[in-house]
C-alpha cells in the first residue's frame, strides 16, 4: 500500500454511509447542527453528561445547552463525580450516576460531552436506559467514540460490556484544537498502536487462523498512515491536521465495527495498557491518558518484535513462524522511530517519561496476555528469558 491518502476514499470511508451513522459534522458550525439534528429526530428532554474539568476548561456544555434551549428543548445537565483523586472513572457509581439523571429527567436521548471516559460511561447508561445517545468529542484522544463495548471498572477489573453506540457524532473543531496537548498527543498515540495491533491481527490469521479481513485492515492502515504523514501538523495544532487525527481515531472505530471485533486496532499494546490501568486502579493512583500508555507499550511490542526475529535462541519460534514474523516485521517501525514520533507530538515516548514503575512492567510484560486469552499476540509467544531485555 502506497503512503498516501486517496482524499476521495478517505471522505467516502470517513462520511459515507458504512459509517453507520446518521450524522456526522466535524466543523466550526457543529453544535448548529447537533441543535437541528435534535429537532430533526423530535428528541423532546435530553440530559446532557459530561464532567467538571470539560464544564469549566471548554465551556461547551453551556454552549450545547444554550443551543438546545433556543429550540425549545428540556435540557439538565450532570457532571459525573470526580473521585478522591480527581478522576472521572467509568466504573459502577459513573454508571449509576448517569442511570439516575437519564431516569430523573425522563430523557428521550442522551449527549455524552467529553473524551472517552465519559463516552464509556454514558453508552452502557443509554443502552441500560433503552434510549439513543449523541457523541460530542472534546479532544481527539480516542478512538472509541463510536464503540459498542462499554470498557467499564467493575470491581477494580476492566470489562467490555455489551452497549450501543452513537446515533450521529458533532464535534466543534475550536474545541478539538484547544484541547490539551497531552490529549492530541494521547489520540496520535492511540493510533500508532496500529502499527503492532495489525501486525499482531496479521500473524494471529496467517499463524494461528485468527478471523481476518483485509478490507478492515486496509481501513486501519490508511487511518494510521494519514496521521504519520501529517505528524508535524498534528504537533503544530494546525485544523486541518486535527480534523484528520479526529478523523482516523472515527475511521479506525468504524473499521472495528465493520469487523465485529477490535483485532484491528486492539493487540498487545493495548493489553498492556490495560494491564497498567488496572494497576494504578489498584493502587489508586492518577490515572494515565489511555493513548499516551498505548503509544508507549507499542515501542516495547515494536522492540520485542524485531528482537523475536533476530535472536537465534528463541526458542519458541519455529521455522515456519520465524518465516513468516521476518517478513511481516520488516514494515515496522523500531522503537527508536516510534519514540521519535511520540516525542514530535509532545507526548510520553518512553516507559520512565510516562511514569510506569520498573514492578508493573515487568508484571505486565508476564500476564497481560491474559486479559484476552482468546488473542494470539506477541505477548503470548514464550520465550526463553520471560522477554528478557524488554524491561531493562
Given at each position: 500500500m502506497k503512503e498516501k491518502v486517496d482524499v476521495k476514499q478517505w471522505q467516502e470511508w470517513v462520511?459515507?454511509?458504512?459509517?453507520?451513522?446518521?450524522?456526522?459534522?466535524?466543523?466550526?458550525?457543529?453544535?448548529?447542527?447537533?441543535?437541528?439534528?435534535?429537532?430533526?429526530?423530535?428528541?423532546?428532554?435530553?440530559?446532557?453528561?459530561?464532567?467538571?474539568?470539560?464544564?469549566?476548561?471548554?465551556?461547551?456544555?453551556?454552549?450545547?445547552?444554550?443551543?438546545?434551549?433556543?429550540?425549545?428543548?428540556?435540557?439538565?445537565?450532570?457532571?459525573?463525580?470526580?473521585?478522591?483523586?480527581?478522576?472521572?472513572?467509568?466504573?459502577?457509581?459513573?454508571?449509576?450516576?448517569?442511570?439516575?439523571?437519564?431516569?430523573?429527567?425522563?430523557?428521550?436521548?442522551?449527549?455524552?460531552?467529553?473524551?472517552?471516559?465519559?463516552?464509556?460511561?454514558?453508552?452502557?447508561?443509554?443502552?441500560?436506559?433503552?434510549?439513543?445517545?449523541?457523541?460530542?468529542?472534546?479532544?481527539?484522544?480516542?478512538?472509541?467514540?463510536?464503540?459498542?463495548?462499554?470498557?467499564?471498572?467493575?470491581?477494580?477489573?476492566?470489562?467490555?460490556?455489551?452497549?450501543?453506540?452513537?446515533?450521529?457524532?458533532?464535534?466543534?473543531?475550536?474545541?478539538?484544537?484547544?484541547?490539551?496537548?497531552?490529549?492530541?498527543a494521547a489520540g496520535f498515540g492511540d493510533m500508532l498502536g496500529k502499527y503492532t495491533s495489525l501486525l499482531d491481527w496479521k500473524f494471529g490469521h496467517l499463524r494461528y487462523g485468527e478471523p481476518y479481513d483485509q478490507q478492515v485492515a486496509d481501513k486501519t492502515k490508511v487511518a494510521l498512515l494519514a496521521c504519520v504523514l501529517e505528524v508535524s501538523a498534528i504537533a503544530a495544532g494546525e485544523k486541518k491536521a486535527i480534523q484528520l487525527l479526529l478523523e482516523a481515531l472515527l475511521l479506525s472505530g468504524f473499521a472495528m465495527l465493520q469487523f465485529g471485533h477490535s483485532h484491528s486496532a486492539s493487540g498487545?499494546?493495548?493489553?498492556?495498557?490495560?494491564?497498567?490501568?488496572?494497576?494504578?486502579?489498584?493502587?489508586?493512583?492518577?490515572?494515565?491518558l489511555h493513548g499516551a500508555k498505548v503509544g508507549v507499550a507499542c515501542t516495547l511490542i515494536s522492540e520485542l518484535y524485531h528482537k523475536l526475529i533476530t535472536d537465534e535462541q528463541t526458542s519458541a519460534l519455529s521455522k515456519e513462524d520465524r518465516a513468516v514474523l521476518t517478513s511481516l516485521v520488516a514494515s515496522l517501525p523500531t522503537q527508536h522511530q516510534l519514540e521519535q514520533l511520540l516525542q514530535q507530538v509532545g507526548g510520553p515516548a518512553t516507559v520512565e517519561q510516562l511514569g510506569i514503575d520498573k514492578s508493573i512492567l515487568e508484571n505486565s510484560l508476564r500476564t497481560a496476555h491474559e486479559i484476552r486469552p482468546n488473542r494470539y499476540t506477541v505477548l503470548r509467544i514464550k520465550r526463553t528469558g520471560e522477554n528478557k531485555g524488554i524491561s531493562e
Amino acid at each position: 500500500m502506497k503512503e498516501k491518502v486517496d482524499v476521495k476514499q478517505w471522505q467516502e470511508w470517513v462520511y459515507g454511509e458504512s459509517n453507520g451513522l446518521e450524522r456526522l459534522a466535524i466543523g466550526e458550525d457543529a453544535l448548529d447542527q447537533l441543535a437541528h439534528f435534535v429537532v430533526a429526530k423530535g428528541y423532546g428532554r435530553i440530559v446532557l453528561i459530561s464532567d467538571q474539568k470539560i464544564d469549566e476548561v471548554t465551556g461547551i456544555n453551556e454552549a450545547v445547552k444554550t443551543q438546545l434551549q433556543k429550540q425549545g428543548k428540556a435540557v439538565a445537565v450532570k457532571l459525573i463525580t470526580a473521585k478522591q483523586n480527581g478522576d472521572v472513572i467509568a466504573d459502577e457509581a459513573a454508571v449509576v450516576e448517569a442511570l439516575l439523571a437519564i431516569t430523573g429527567h425522563q430523557a428521550d436521548v442522551v449527549i455524552a460531552v467529553g473524551a472517552g471516559t465519559i463516552h464509556d460511561i454514558v453508552r452502557y447508561a443509554a443502552f441500560a436506559s433503552k434510549i439513543p445517545f449523541i457523541s460530542v468529542p472534546t479532544a481527539p484522544s480516542v478512538d472509541g467514540f463510536t464503540s459498542k463495548g462499554a470498557p467499564l471498572i467493575i470491581q477494580g477489573q476492566k470489562i467490555t460490556i455489551a452497549a450501543i453506540g452513537p446515533t450521529a457524532l458533532f464535534a466543534d473543531i475550536n474545541v478539538l484544537v484547544a484541547a490539551p496537548r497531552a490529549m492530541i498527543a494521547a489520540g496520535f498515540g492511540d493510533m500508532l498502536g496500529k502499527y503492532t495491533s495489525l501486525l499482531d491481527w496479521k500473524f494471529g490469521h496467517l499463524r494461528y487462523g485468527e478471523p481476518y479481513d483485509q478490507q478492515v485492515a486496509d481501513k486501519t492502515k490508511v487511518a494510521l498512515l494519514a496521521c504519520v504523514l501529517e505528524v508535524s501538523a498534528i504537533a503544530a495544532g494546525e485544523k486541518k491536521a486535527i480534523q484528520l487525527l479526529l478523523e482516523a481515531l472515527l475511521l479506525s472505530g468504524f473499521a472495528m465495527l465493520q469487523f465485529g471485533h477490535s483485532h484491528s486496532a486492539s493487540g498487545a499494546e493495548h493489553h498492556l495498557s490495560h494491564s497498567w490501568e488496572m494497576a494504578y486502579l489498584e493502587a489508586t493512583k492518577n490515572q494515565l491518558l489511555h493513548g499516551a500508555k498505548v503509544g508507549v507499550a507499542c515501542t516495547l511490542i515494536s522492540e520485542l518484535y524485531h528482537k523475536l526475529i533476530t535472536d537465534e535462541q528463541t526458542s519458541a519460534l519455529s521455522k515456519e513462524d520465524r518465516a513468516v514474523l521476518t517478513s511481516l516485521v520488516a514494515s515496522l517501525p523500531t522503537q527508536h522511530q516510534l519514540e521519535q514520533l511520540l516525542q514530535q507530538v509532545g507526548g510520553p515516548a518512553t516507559v520512565e517519561q510516562l511514569g510506569i514503575d520498573k514492578s508493573i512492567l515487568e508484571n505486565s510484560l508476564r500476564t497481560a496476555h491474559e486479559i484476552r486469552p482468546n488473542r494470539y499476540t506477541v505477548l503470548r509467544i514464550k520465550r526463553t528469558g520471560e522477554n528478557k531485555g524488554i524491561s531493562e
